[in-house]
């Protein structure tokens, strides 16, 4: 894919007709997000304004269809895009890009235009469990379709938090790939949250279970997730060890709690041990 890069980046147009395509293409949303991210790393925010709107467009388009992901992570990508190429640190973009995000499910933009009752009434019909599970929460006196709009709105809200950053770690890749190689391998490779970073998760997290806004605390921890991620990297590259085993870890991130638990541990503990640093100083 870096030879493709190679071609976008060979002037505007190039980059606004491909981000432009693979963004009216379904399901290919994420490249076109990704060039544009690109553009904006290398570039900055104002030289990459035709390219951002190239991919807005058909990205407003299938908003219009009811998809309101790919623009949603059109916007997250520009913005932490922004913040990256600005501060140079990981963390603010992932910080920005958590508001951002859990302010997008608060005000509702990923809940179907139809709302949830067709999507209730489906699992009804489809599952007697389901139906029967939904009829004993009426009859406790809860309300199923906010209950039912909560978890799309959060559930869609993560994916596409997550969708975003792998868009900008694809963006930030084939930057260092094309003008710094090996570069981001050393600074994905590096990064953790800096005590500052951690307390101001810790203060979005707590401030939205007071103020309600649940959308903070349920993704508060993302960039906590990243950054024990990097770890796991760092420390199989300085170790030397195969990428087999990042193939297993990956496996089990995905498919076990209990593996992402551990991470976000690994991440909170190399906020103020440095992890890397030590097995540096040991080798």
Not at 233 to 262: C, D, E, Q, S
Request: hydrophobic residues 60%; contains cysteine.
């Amino acid at each position: 894919m870096l030879a493709l890069a190679r071609w976008l980046m060979k002037g505007t147009p190039y980059a606004a007709g491909g981000a432009a395509l693979a963004t009216l293409v379904p399901w290919l949303f994420w490249l076109g997000v990704a060039i544009a991210g690109l553009v904006t790393l290398r570039k900055g925010f104002a030289p990459a304004l035709p390219v951002i709107i190239a991919a807005a467009v058909p990205s407003g388009w299938w908003w219009a269809q009811g998809d309101v992901i790919p623009l949603a992570s059109l916007l997250l990508v520009t913005l932490m895009a922004v913040v990256l190429r600005e501060r140079m640190r990981w963390g603010f973009a992932l910080i920005a890009g958590t508001v951002v995000a859990s302010a997008m499910v608060q005000l509702g933009i990923f809940i179907p235009p139809q709302g949830t009752e067709l999507m209730l009434e489906q699992l009804r019909q489809g599952s007697e469990e389901v139906d029967g599970m939904l009829t004993e929460l009426t009859n406790q006196g809860y309300d199923t379709q906010t209950l039912a709009s909560l978890v799309v709105g959060n559930v869609t809200g993560l994916v596409v938090l997550l969708a975003s950053i792998a868009c900008l770690t694809l963006a930030r890749s084939w930057q260092a790939g094309l003008y710094n190689p090996g570069g981001f391998r050393d600074e994905f490779h590096a990064f953790r949250l800096t005590p500052k970073e951690l307390l101001t998760l810790f203060a979005i997290g707590v401030a939205g279970m007071l103020l309600g806004i649940y959308a903070l605390a349920m993704l508060c921890w993302i960039p906590l997730l990243i950054a024990g991620i990097a770890l796991i990297h760092g420390v199989i590259g300085l170790k030397g060890m195969n990428r087999l085993w990042l193939v297993a870890f990956y496996i089990l991130l995905i498919t076990t709690w209990p593996t992402i638990l551990i991470v976000l541990l690994l991440g909170l503990m190399d906020t103020f041990a440095n992890v890397r640093a030590r097995l540096a100083r040991s080798n």
